[in-house]
T-cell receptor, first 113, second 109 residues
Framework: AQSVTQLGSHVSVSEGALVLLRCNYS??????LFWYVQYPNQGLQLLLK??????LVKGINGFEAEFKKSETSFHLTKPSAHMSDAAEYFC???????????FGSGTRLLVRP | DVKVTQSSRYLVKRTGEKVFLECVQD?????MFWYRQDPGLGLRLIYF???????EKGDIPEGYSVSREKKERFSLILESASTNQTSMYLC????????FGPGTRLTVL
């Protein structure tokens, strides 16, 4: 069975600081991994996805994530936080890119001025 | 751009009512999904569909049913709404990645 764990329901950073949102997964098959962002009162928007090509995946808005099989991790990073990054972030795993997604519980990112 | 629309952004219903949530996508996607989102639980899959008239249960199907009579439309039905079904409901469609609608916040009184 597949599952996703996101460490930290809330993460607070200062504007300009590094953003690190943690995601660990379990999967019995090579996984497809995703990060989604949800702004207030909106649906989810895909930030980036890993589909077994490059282990370092670049996404939109300056975010990137690195797939580490040995650590079963897919942490999301951004070198410098912007106020507009304040949102909820969800990590998800699937057995292929169009199959049903298993989501983590989400991490709310707060950006302090 | 792919567009997934949901019939209502906010809905208030009473316990025992039959509730229909509608989702329409405009990109000819085969796959469609219904999730509910609750604080601290992330998104959980209720039902999904790979083709017209085809449906499969997700992780939490109890109390829900679905209908897919046309490729572009996927409806979620609460046969008899209960207060524990108060939640945010999100629809998605996919071919190579899932695109989400804006969500319907349902309150059952």
């Amino acid at each position: 069975a597949q599952s996703v764990t996101q460490l930290g329901s809330h993460v607070s950073v200062s504007e300009g600081a590094l953003v690190l949102l943690r995601c660990n997964y379990s999967s019995s098959v090579p996984p497809y991994l995703f990060w989604y962002v949800q702004y207030p009162n909106q649906g989810l928007q895909l930030l980036l996805k890993y589909t077994s090509a490059a282990t370092l995946v670049k996404g939109i808005n300056g975010f990137e994530a690195e797939f580490k099989k040995s650590e079963t991790s897919f942490h999301l990073t951004k070198p410098s936080a912007h106020m507009s990054d304040a949102a909820e972030y969800f990590c998800a795993v699937s057995k292929d890119s169009s199959y049903k997604l298993i989501f983590g519980s989400g991490t709310r990112l707060l950006v302090r001025p | 751009d792919v567009k997934v629309t949901q019939s209502s952004r906010y809905l208030v219903k009473r316990t025992g009512e039959k509730v229909f949530l509608e989702c329409v996508q405009d990109m000819d996607h085969e796959n469609m999904f219904w999730y509910r989102q609750d604080p601290g639980l992330g998104l959980r899959l209720i039902y999904f569909s790979y083709d017209v008239k085809m449906k499969e249960k997700g992780d939490i199907p109890e109390g829900y049913s679905v209908s897919r009579e046309k490729k572009e439309r996927f409806s979620l039905i609460l046969e008899s709404a209960s207060t524990n079904q108060t939640s945010m409901y999100l629809c998605a469609s996919s071919r190579n990645e899932q695109f989400f609608g804006p969500g319907t916040r349902l309150t059952v009184l």
